[in-house]
């Protein structure tokens, strides 16, 4: 349904996972990857977004490396490797890209990511400002020094919580709920009884839960269609 893509990231080249919106143009959605890589997975999420109207482009960060399910080491490995002004980079590009395509709609992109790509979510919406218009985040946000400055976020933004969650305990979300209130439309969901990528059908901790995952990606469309039409 997609189609690999390369664009420009502030001088030089990134490339991703494009999936053009199946009535021609929508609202255009950034997608970021979890800490596997630009894997099948994510392609999936952009070619679901696809079919409820959405075009989705999911940059590839790591630069065409990738960590298969049963590499967890190799995954924290380029996660944890990963230049974030490269990151950033790529990820202002995809939001440039998606803004000047012709399959896209509006003067502002959505931001939906996982696990790491969640926390970057967050990071994303704060760097680019009104140039995204809503942000989803599933299981992931920053703490400490990964925090980006808040002054610039003005997207509202939705994150899914697992209950029991070892990587992005709900817990641990609090002290930022509590640090954006009055500044930040947040609204946020906890899941009980489901542990991190709740969400991913192909995910190596047995965490998988399809209830879960239905209810978070209804009440994502939703959130998308509300704040970007």
Not at 32 to 43: K, M, N, Y
Not at 163 to 176: Q, R, T, V
Not at 195 to 222: C, I, K, M, S, Y
Request: contains cysteine.
């Amino acid at each position: 349904m997609g189609e690999n893509v390369e664009f420009p990231s502030n001088g030089s080249t990134a490339a991703g996972y494009l999936a053009p919106a199946k009535d021609g143009a929508g609202p255009g959605i950034v997608v970021i990857q979890e800490w596997w890589g630009l894997v099948d997975q994510i392609r999936r999420v952009c070619d679901r977004l696809s079919d409820e109207g959405f075009t989705a482009l999911a940059p590839d960060l790591y630069h065409g490396q990738i960590a298969k399910h049963d590499e967890m080491d190799k995954a924290a490995e380029l996660m944890n490797t990963l230049p974030p002004d490269r990151a950033a980079r790529d990820m202002g590009g995809a939001v440039t890209y998606l803004l000047g395509h012709e399959a896209v709609r509006g003067h502002s992109v959505g931001v939906v990511g996982f696990c790491m790509g969640g926390m970057l979510t967050w990071i994303l919406a704060a760097n680019e400002g009104d140039r995204v218009g809503a942000a989803v985040a599933y299981y992931g946000y920053p703490s400490g020094d990964n925090e980006p400055d808040w002054s610039n976020l003005t997207a509202p933004v939705l994150i899914h919580l697992a209950e029991n969650d070892d990587f992005f305990p709900p817990s641990g979300f609090d002290e930022l709920e509590q640090k954006l209130k009055g500044r930040a439309d947040v609204t946020a969901y906890v899941y009980p009884g489901t542990g991190h990528a709740f969400g991913n059908e192909e995910n190596a901790l047995g965490t998988h839960d399809p209830d879960a995952e239905r209810q978070a990606w209804v009440r994502t469309l939703e959130f998308l269609r509300k704040h970007l039409g």
